[in-house]
């Protein structure tokens, strides 16, 4: 297998590099050994009765020979002593260099052009051969330094190769590892997920890098960026896996503490929009408070208009706390809900803008995954939607059931459409990438970031589309989240 190829290599000198080795020797030795190969061909010749009909065949291999371990150089010396020894004691006369007959020459020319032909293959291939090996070499000196973990499998999953990487990250020796199934890698719910990878390449089709979770040898467990390719031999056949395995708990920690300060960022926007809500419902509680006061015979009935006026805060305040507080588990949810608790947050600034809303829930938006993240989503794409629009803009708004397009997944797909300026197509590839914005001086450039990254946990997808002028001027932004799926700690 080539990954465990390259490991070996590492330790092993091959024998060829031995051999020419020789080549760093002064030139008398190289082209002295050329000569004496000539004549231990010329001595088997002699002394064996076999060989004594086969003296082009003997000739031929001593050329072969000095071409392989000593170079072209020689192996050309190595064809004149044996065309010479063929004339002078092979052909008749012997002890004689004078040819009787034209075939003699012809026999001499031609075993003097395979000579140097056979040589100078012999030559190319040898080089071939020792580039090759020093390039494995080098890669295998590439893997074994590697930072990252990489490992090669067998086709029904038993690791063959472990580099110094894979020891790191994952706490098992060379030793231990080889020989044992790649399973001791995985958690126990993401075993599932390696045998259909290691179904997907023994089937000769691939997998692309994706972020999972694996387990070290002590039980814990880290998230890696993990990389599968198919191994095949020289024939094409499938004969094992590689896999890279690189540490992301660092990018992890980093971009977590990126999307707390989002959701930080996000809930002190919404500031201004819940202080103007709080305000309108408190007047009327003192208002109510005041009448009761002096009209006791309606007292009960002002009471009970200010005790309403109380819950709406307390509506209002438990809504805010969903975009900052977490739960330690995912749990069942109506997006459509959410989306109207959204709504509801964000009612001053929609109305301040005079944009008309137009909602479309259709079916059942039952889903699971953490309601605060949805509902930052969801504010993320409201927001943006309305900072797009003019005074007087249309915003529709669809939460229905449906399917995943690519593999038609069941969940509920969540719509926002605007009639905003749109977006430009040379922004349009970067806008889900961090610190990018079209916002100006507004925007953190991490809102479009947080909400993929939320979408991907919950094993979603997102599409938008977008146009900046003609009649359909403005931007879609269509949400997939599946309604089964448990979200996942690392994806």
Known sequence: MLSRHFLTMSYKKPMLEKWTALQRHSTPVQYGSAVLAAWLALSLWTLSPILHRHPFALFLAAVVVTARFFGLGPALLCSAVSTACLDFVVF????????????????????????????SLTRQKTLAELRAERTLREMAAIVEGSDDAIFSTSPDGIITSWNRGAERLYGYRAEEAVGSPVMILAPPERREEAERNRHVLNRGGSVESYQTERMRKDGTRVPVLLTVSPLRSREGKIVGASA????????????????????????GRLAASIAHEINNPLEAVLNLIYLARNDPRQAEQYLAMAEQEVGRVARLAQQTLG??????????????????EVLQLYSRKLKDKQIRVTRRYRGSAQISGYAGEVRQLLANLLVNAVDAMDDGGSLHVRVTAGRQWSDRQEGIRMTLADNGNGIPRESLRRIFEPFYTTKQDEGTGLGLWVSRGIIQKHGGSIRVRSQVEGRYRGTVFSVFLPSGYAASRVA
């Open 92 to 119: 008749s006369p012997r002890y004689s260099f004078a040819l009787n007959t034209r075939d003699d020459v012809e026999r001499l020319a031609v075993f003097l052009a395979l000579a140097v032909l056979v040589g």
């Open 244 to 267: 890279i395995a690189r540490d992301i708990s660092v990018e992890r920690r980093s971009e977590e503490a990126v999307r707390r300060s989002e959701k930080l960022a996000t809930a």
């Open 323 to 340: 975009f900052v507080r977490d739960t330690a588990s995912p749990g069942r949810m109506d997006a459509a809900r959410i989306m109207d």
